[in-house]
């Protein structure tokens, strides 16, 4: 499913500050899109406009040519914090999406289980929410998005507590879902490596207000190393672009390196 | 390690009130044998307390009064639960008309349940039905506003999350906010229970003929001093025991579960 943002501007209630300011944007069927930006210039938000969790102050946003008015399970979003219900074990929070949307039990039981085999939480998915580590949640809610196999993925820094090898590990993971599936994936990462490792599209924002600097095609063939020379010139060529934006890219970029 | 430290800290429990008790003997004898402060029958003493006590259990009488009294508070609490629940629910969808008649409810919970007991008696006459109605007066307001503010304090997290995975409204109230306030709801009840108790003592001493309330009052009116002590610790003991057997351990079961107790 395609989405549209035309001239989206958001103001929260409260601030005199244009949060997002006239933000423009064509995301077509089955694109992988990378936002990166730095620390409060708006992504969330972007995010949560497009998800219909709030409402943009002026311009519209659409979805397959509908205009979004509210959130939907075709959009399913994977928040920032990992927002897992306290009261339901690992499992019972990765059903309970598949639950709201009618899916049988035998494909809940199904789903759940390939999904937290592939983020290695099988053996604890009768543990309680408060007995599993920070990363383990944040494993359990991508699982918990994934199992819903939505056309559209809204993904907010869904690696961000997450070791470089497991990270490494789901990064191939969904790319592998999206190019089985042909799904829309909007991802906002810290990362400008993941980014050039899963996207179709790089799309830097600006701080104050939020603005869209950049959108950066990336056509390198799949599936990409980090090695490759191609893959490093690109990555040095759009960290020149939002070096002077993203302070904080550019230092995990540098501690990394 | 921990467990012997249980055991110590109950005997050291265990200890106190048998100091308490022997302290307690200790003071009605002096100021009853030694400085007269009162004339022996004017003071309960333990000795005294634990003769009435086996005295009205012998006649049964003790037993039938608690009985009474129990079914009357879960009488009065199982309908300002139900009420109290619709009310409450009511006050957090229509914020507007909720904001409106808070007040009123806190001014209702703030009025000693006594206050209603001349109202029930008119209304009622001195039947079990005034009895409930102080006990349901005395109680429902907590269930409101237990029901209202747990709703209030469900993490907005907790909703965006279940829209997004296309929770409809049944789905939402079902899987998501009836668990999320079930904690707060029976401490709400908590709450609820030992004002249902109270009120029910004030309607017993001033409205009826059998109870524990009623006990209290007969012990005034043959001027038993000691069956008077008695009943007031059978009170005690019985509301402290509903409230740490039933609804403490079912919060804490609760909340142990979410991880919300060490
Ligand atoms: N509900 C709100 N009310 C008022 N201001 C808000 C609200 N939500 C976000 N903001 C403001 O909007 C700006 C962007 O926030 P947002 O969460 O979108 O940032 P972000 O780009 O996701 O940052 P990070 O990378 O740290 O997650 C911030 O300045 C924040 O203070
Ligand atoms: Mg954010």
């Not at chain 1, 104050?208 to 600097?213: Q, S």
């Not at chain 2, 009420?83 to 209702?108: D, E, Q, T, W």
């Not at chain 2, 309607?203 to 009826?208: C, D, K, R, W």
């Amino acid at each position: 499913m395609s989405i549209i943002l035309s001239n989206v501007s958001k103001t929260f209630d409260g601030t005199k500050r244009e949060t997002l300011s006239d933000i423009s944007l064509n995301i077509e069927d089955g694109e992988f899109i990378c936002v990166v930006g730095p620390s409060g210039c708006g992504k969330s938000t972007m995010l949560n406009l497009i998800a219909g969790l709030d409402r943009p102050t002026s311009g519209t946003i659409s979805v397959d040519g509908r205009e979004v008015t509210g959130p939907g399970a075709d959009r399913v979003v994977m928040f920032q914090e990992a927002a897992l219900y306290p009261w339901l074990t690992v499992i019972q929070n990765v059903r309970l999406g598949m639950k709201f949307i009618g899916i049988s039990n035998d494909e809940q039981e199904r789903r759940a289980m390939h999904y937290l085999k592939m983020v290695h939480l099988w053996d604890f998915k009768d543990y309680s929410v408060h007995e599993i580590s920070g990363g383990m949640k944040q494993r359990t809610s991508l699982a918990r998005s994934l199992c819903m196999e939505s056309d559209i993925l809204l993904m907010d820094e869904p690696f961000s507590a997450l070791d470089k090898q497991t990270t490494n590990k789901l990064r191939e993971e969904l790319t592998s879902i999206w190019s089985e599936t042909g799904k829309t994936i909007f991802f906002i990462t810290h990362s400008i490596e993941e980014a050039v490792y899963l996207a179709d599209k790089i799309i830097v924002l600006s701080d104050n207000p939020g603005t869209i600097k950049k959108v950066v095609e990336n056509d390198l063939p799949r599936p990409r190393h980090i090695e490759d020379a191609d893959f490093i010139s690109l990555r040095k060529n759009l960290l020149s672009y939002v070096r002077k934006e993203v302070d904080k890219v550019e230092k995990d970029e540098y501690d990394t390196k | 390690m921990k467990k012997t430290n249980t055991i110590r800290n109950r005997i050291w429990v265990l200890l106190f009130y048998v100091v308490l008790i022997g302290f307690w003997q200790l003071i009605y004898y002096l100021g009853a044998n030694v400085f007269g402060w009162w004339k022996p029958y004017a003071f309960p003493n333990p000795q005294g307390v634990a003769y009435s006590f086996v005295g009205l259990m012998e006649e049964g009488k003790l037993v039938i009064a608690i009985l009474y009294s129990f079914k009357r508070c879960l009488m009065g609490f199982a309908i300002s639960v139900v009420i109290g629940v619709i009310l409450g629910m009511f006050i957090s969808f229509f914020p507007k008309a909720g904001n409106a008649v808070k007040p009123l409810i806190s001014g209702i919970q703030s009025l000693p349940s006594v206050c209603w007991v001349p109202f029930a008696i008119l209304w009622f006459g001195l039947k079990e039905s005034s009895i409930l109605f102080v006990v349901v007066m005395g109680s429902i307001c907590s269930v409101i506003v237990a029901i209202d503010s747990s709703f209030k304090s469900v993490p907005p997290m907790y909703i965006k999350v279940a829209r997004t995975l296309g929770a409809d409204n049944v789905s939402l109230y079902r899987y998501v906010l009836l668990p999320a306030i079930l904690p707060m709801v029976v401490s709400g009840l908590r709450q609820a229970w030992s004002f249902a108790w109270r009120a029910l003592m004030s309607a017993e001493v001033m409205a009826a003929t059998i109870g524990l309330g009623f006990s209290l009052q007969s012990g005034r009116d043959m001027a038993d001093i000691n069956q008077v002590g008695m009943v007031m610790i059978v009170i005690i003991l019985l509301g402290i025991a509903v409230d740490k057997f039933v609804f403490s351990t079912i919060e804490n079961k609760l909340l142990r579960k979410r991880g919300m107790l060490v």
